[in-house]
């Protein structure tokens, strides 16, 4: 009778201990003792591009005072907006451990497609942007077909897409090869000068900071009453008037220039709204599943096909938004949109900001993340004035070492699992 009691008594501790450490993770020691287990346990989160981003703009900074300057920075908010939405595109298919080759080649067709439709045909200009990204989607649901249906992989069916959307991209520009955008409308307006008035801006920063402690708050209360340790109240005000001042001051630093682009805006606002489909949804709990297990995802009862599907559509739905943004910010369409290193770009700054390519891991903010990283690498060295090689060159090694890092995280957490 006594050994049974003391072995009842034996396991309180262990979970007493863990529950401790959780309690006092808001402390100075307890969060830096969490950090380096998580680190241990291969969750590196958005810590090495982070880390290679305050390099990027130290180095860039003291070679060039320049790189840093309000103007500068706004330049590249516009810029970072284009191809960052495509990026996020991507960050969806890399989830369910697919690829697509042809977002570049979509995006350039989108841009098309408003150029003729608005100026050559007389349309809209919201309807021709409509049918721009419906025909995105349709694209899409074609590759998404092909997957589902036949098992062609992503790879060959988004290769063929991309020589195939690329020749109706120039079919249907013509002998001239451009079309020239209306200056002066709102969408030329919305990709070049657009900013945010001041007060906007502050206020949206302080909105923003006000959801992150609501999000957080809502998971705390639903961890402590389902029993588990939860992070305390204290701490998760302390957290979010540290990003809401770190945000506000970004903002009055911006408005001192020409202010916060609303077209930077409106990626943000897609990231975050990713971001809750993925963390907070079905659809994303799905989505996380099928990427780590197609077969484990397909016996608990998740319709893959149906995943897959949406997956597809997402992306090349992105990608005809990254093209009418393109348009918008070039006032063109032309046949050199979305050709280039667009397409390479984007599926560079998913996987510099953190979404694995193994699938299953990944988040949205990851294609914000890793589209600064990109575009203050191009933005450095436009100010050093140095070749565009040296740009190609540096951005490859950076993917290289951000797939290493994704490599040994990945065994890393297979090694802390079995252990």
């Known amino acids: 009778m006594m050994k049974t009691i003391q072995k009842e008594s034996a396991a309180p501790p262990l ?12 402390s100075l020691t307890g969060w830096v003792r969490g950090f380096i287990d998580r680190i241990r346990s291969g969750d590196l989160g958005s810590l090495p ?4 981003l305050a390099i990027i703009w130290t ?7 320049v790189f840093l300057s309000s103007p500068n920075l706004v330049n590249m908010l516009f810029d970072c907006s284009t191809v960052g939405v495509i990026s996020l595109g991507i960050v969806c298919i890399l989830m369910v451990g697919e690829i697509d080759l042809s977002v570049g080649s979509v995006s350039g067709f989108a841009s098309a497609l408003v150029g003729v439709f608005w100026i050559n045909q007389g349309w809209p200009v919201v309807l021709a942007i409509l049918a721009a ?24 069916s988004t290769l063929s897409g991309l020589l195939a959307v690329l020749g109706l991209q120039l079919y249907i520009l013509g002998s001239t090869g451009s079309i020239n955008l209306t200056y002066g409308s709102w969408l030329v307006n919305f990709g070049q000068i657009m900013v945010m008035p001041d007060p906007v801006a502050y206020v949206l920063v302080a909105f923003a900071g006000i959801a992150f402690f609501l999000s957080s708050y809502r998971t705390a209360a639903r961890r402590r009453a389902a029993g588990l340790s939860s992070k305390s109240v204290g701490g998760l005000v302390l957290r979010a008037v540290i990003i809401t001042v770190v945000l506000e001051a970004v903002a009055f630093y911006l408005n001192q220039s ?19 489909a993925l963390t907070r949804t079905k659809w994303g709990r799905s989505m996380q599943a099928v990427g780590g297990n197609r077969e484990a ?16 559509v997402i992306c090349a739905l992105l990608a005809a938004t990254g093209g009418v943004l393109s348009a918008a910010r070039l006032a063109t369409a032309s046949q050199q949109a979305g050709t280039g290193d667009v397409n390479l770009n984007a599926i560079a700054a998913a996987v510099i900001g953190g979404t694995s390519l193994f699938g299953g ?36 090694a950076v993917l290289a070492v951000a797939v290493i890092v994704d490599s040994l995280a990945r065994r890393s957490r297979i090694s802390h699992g079995r252990a």
């Open 15 to 26: 979970l007493d201990r863990r529950d401790e450490r959780v309690r006092h993770e808001d």
């Open 49 to 52: 591009v982070i880390v290679g």
């Open 59 to 65: 180095v860039f900074q003291a070679l060039n005072p």
């Open 133 to 156: 990204m419906a025909v995105g989607a349709l694209i899409g649901s074609l590759y998404a077909f092909l997957f589902n249906r036949f098992g062609m992989p992503s790879f060959v």
């Open 258 to 276: 020409r202010g916060v682009p609303w077209m930077f805006g409106l990626f943000v606002g897609l990231v975050a709204a990713m971001n809750y």
């Open 297 to 312: 995802a397909r016996r608990s009862g998740i319709n893959v096909s149906r995943i897959y599907a949406s997956a597809f």
């Open 361 to 396: 891991r990944g988040s949205a903010y990851s294609a914000l993340l890793g589209i600064i990283v990109i575009q203050s690498i191009a933005s450095g060295l436009t100010l050093l004035d140095l070749s565009s090689s040296l740009r190609y060159m540096i951005t490859g």
